[in-house]
């Protein structure tokens, strides 16, 4: 099924959003199953296996959003400065990408058991070492490994929770794996930030590393995960190549080059551990991205058109991000703002991009819209290390907002594009 950024999405593979289960049901139906197929909610959704999948993330996810804009700050304070800190995500994030585009034959090789016990170790056990890292270049050897793990990890979450979850429920399921991926999104970042401000960086890098090993253990006993498929599909190049997949893919790309600037260099603007803080606007950030995240997936599934949440998205973080060069009351409206606008557009990129590959292709797709969240996090904690050093923080954040008010412009071509 193909569509515009205005028609419904059918079906995702990635935890980080919500499908209807009646959808879902329909879907499958008129696909593969029979019209004897259980009724919704005839399965429960909080099986062994699903639990453990959203305990691994839940702790996962801990550790990455923990150490997320902690690292950076670090590597700034041990003399690398803005392009250091700049460094450091980018490093992550390149890795990540890296590992992202070989998931797909991983999986085929190892199976998502073995993956995700991998990715989680590559992303937890690594962080110890930022304990005797002195310089950058230690630090971001460090930061290389746990890249490739967290890229690792974002696949296979989601797409071993919909091999796993009753089918007509997937969506419910998917739902709760959001939650488990989010709320460390809320507290996280200013805990790490808070931690480091009241005593120093040894306790986060610690935490970072430590609660991790849990979801190690919960991957392990996950004894009813699928077994290898060998059968080859189709690649993450070849994904690239269509049209109707780039456009989302750049659109959501720029809302996290965004994103990717934020979180790195926020806290070297406003430093501290009080309200009026990054440590302060970033806990609004996450409590407004959960929020909005889980608004949009459940609007979608109500009126069967997420992509009419794209524009409003694109507006709410550009205001967002331009406010956040501010102090006091503005700075906690802009991380509101940009929160919002992030939460939206990522549930509705990503339903955008499972209506526009086929079912066998939903891993692919995961892969593509994961790939436009890191790659572009990468590349704003980068490229806006040198624009920062040229000139200033406050420009940098009005850059970003320029930069999403142009990508309405993918908008309307989409639409004609497939029009036509």
Same mark, same amino acid.
């Given at each position: 099924?193909?569509?515009?950024?205005?028609?419904?999405?059918?079906?995702?593979?990635?935890?980080?959003?919500?499908?209807?289960?009646?959808?879902?049901?329909?879907?499958?139906?008129?696909?593969?199953?029979?019209?004897?197929?259980e009724s919704p909610g005839s399965d429960s959704?909080?099986?062994?296996?699903?639990?453990?999948?959203?305990?691994?993330?839940?702790?996962?996810? #801990?550790?990455?959003?923990?150490?997320?804009?902690?690292?950076?700050?670090?590597?700034?304070?041990?003399?690398?400065?803005?392009?250091?800190a700049g460094f450091t995500t980018a490093a992550?994030?390149?890795?990540?990408?890296?590992?992202?585009?070989?998931?797909?034959?991983?999986?085929?090789?190892?199976?998502?058991?073995?993956?995700?016990?991998?990715?989680?170790?590559?992303?937890?056990?690594?962080?110890?070492?930022?304990?005797?890292?002195?310089?950058?270049?230690?630090?971001?050897?460090?930061?290389?490994?746990?890249?490739?793990?967290?890229?690792?990890?974002?696949?296979?979450?989601? !797409?071993?929770?919909?091999?796993?979850?009753?089918?007509?429920?997937?969506?419910?399921?998917?739902?709760l794996l959001g939650i488990s991926i989010t709320?460390?999104?809320? $507290?996280?970042?200013?805990?790490?930030?808070?931690?480091?401000?009241?005593?120093?960086?040894?306790?986060?890098?610690?935490?970072?590393?430590?609660?991790?090993?849990?979801?190690?253990?919960?991957?392990?006993?996950?004894?009813?995960?699928?077994?290898?498929? /060998?059968?080859?599909?189709?690649?993450?190049?070849?994904?690239?190549? &269509?049209?109707?997949?780039?456009?989302?893919?750049?659109?959501?790309?720029?809302?996290?080059? !965004?994103?990717?600037?934020?979180?790195? #260099?926020?806290?070297?603007?406003?430093?501290?551990?009080?309200?009026?803080?990054?440590?302060?606007?970033?806990? $609004?950030?996450?409590?407004?991205?959960?929020?909005? /995240?889980?608004? !949009?997936? /459940?609007?979608?599934? &109500?009126?069967?058109?997420?992509?009419?949440?794209?524009?409003?998205?694109?507006?709410?973080?550009?205001?967002?991000?331009?406010?956040?060069?501010?102090?006091?009351?503005?700075?906690?409206?802009?991380?509101?703002?940009?929160?919002?606008?992030?939460?939206?557009?990522?549930?509705?990129?990503?339903?955008?991009?499972?209506?526009?590959?086929?079912?066998?292709?939903?891993?692919?797709?995961?892969?593509?819209?994961?790939?436009? #969240?890191?790659?572009?996090?990468?590349?704003?904690?980068?490229? $806006?290390?040198?624009?920062?050093?040229?000139?200033?923080?406050?420009? !940098?954040?009005?850059?970003?907002?320029?930069?999403?008010?142009?990508?309405?412009?993918?908008?309307?071509?989409?639409? /004609?594009?497939?029009?036509?």
């Amino acid at each position: 099924m193909r569509g515009g950024f205005g028609v419904s999405a059918h079906l995702r593979v990635s935890g980080k959003a919500g499908l209807s289960r009646v959808k879902l049901a329909a879907v499958e139906k008129g696909r593969s199953e029979s019209p004897g197929s259980e009724s919704p909610g005839s399965d429960s959704l909080f099986t062994p296996a699903i639990l453990l999948i959203t305990g691994a993330a839940f702790a996962s996810m #801990f550790g990455f959003q923990m150490l997320l804009s902690v690292v950076p700050l670090y590597a700034s304070e041990v003399g690398g400065g803005s392009m250091g800190a700049g460094f450091t995500t980018a490093a992550f994030m390149g890795t990540t990408v890296l590992a992202q585009i070989q998931m797909p034959r991983i999986l085929r090789r190892f199976g998502y058991r073995s993956s995700l016990a991998a990715g989680i170790a590559l992303l937890g056990v690594p962080a110890f070492l930022y304990v005797l890292s002195e310089s950058v270049a230690s630090i971001l050897a460090v930061t290389l490994v746990r890249g490739v793990g967290f890229g690792v990890v974002t696949v296979v979450f989601a !797409a071993l929770l919909a091999e796993l979850a009753p089918p007509e429920r997937r969506g419910e399921a998917l739902g709760l794996l959001g939650i488990s991926i989010t709320v460390p999104t809320i $507290f996280c970042n200013a805990l790490g930030l808070w931690l480091v401000a009241n005593y120093g960086f040894g306790i986060v890098f610690v935490l970072g590393a430590a609660v991790p090993l849990l979801g190690v253990v919960s991957a392990l006993a996950i004894s009813s995960a699928p077994e290898p498929n /060998r059968e080859r599909g189709a690649g993450f190049f070849a994904g690239l190549s &269509r049209g109707p997949l780039l456009r989302v893919m750049l659109l959501f790309c720029s809302m996290t080059i !965004a994103a990717g600037m934020v979180l790195t #260099f926020l806290p070297l603007t406003n430093p501290g551990s009080g309200l009026f803080s990054a440590t302060g606007a970033l806990l $609004f950030f996450g409590i407004s991205v959960t929020v909005f /995240r889980w608004w !949009a997936g /459940r609007y979608a599934d &109500r009126s069967g058109n997420p992509g009419i949440l794209l524009p409003p998205g694109l507006v709410s973080a550009a205001v967002g991000v331009a406010a956040l060069s501010g102090d006091g009351v503005i700075l906690l409206l802009g991380a509101l703002l940009f929160g919002a606008g992030f939460g939206l557009l990522q549930n509705s990129t990503l339903l955008l991009t499972m209506e526009r590959v086929s079912k066998k292709e939903y891993g692919l797709g995961s892969t593509l819209w994961n790939v436009a #969240f890191d790659l572009g996090t990468g590349l704003g904690a980068l490229v $806006f290390g040198f624009v920062i050093s040229a000139t200033g923080f406050t420009a !940098a954040f009005y850059m970003c907002a320029a930069l999403l008010v142009a990508t309405l412009i993918i908008i309307p071509l989409d639409r /004609r594009r497939l029009a036509g």
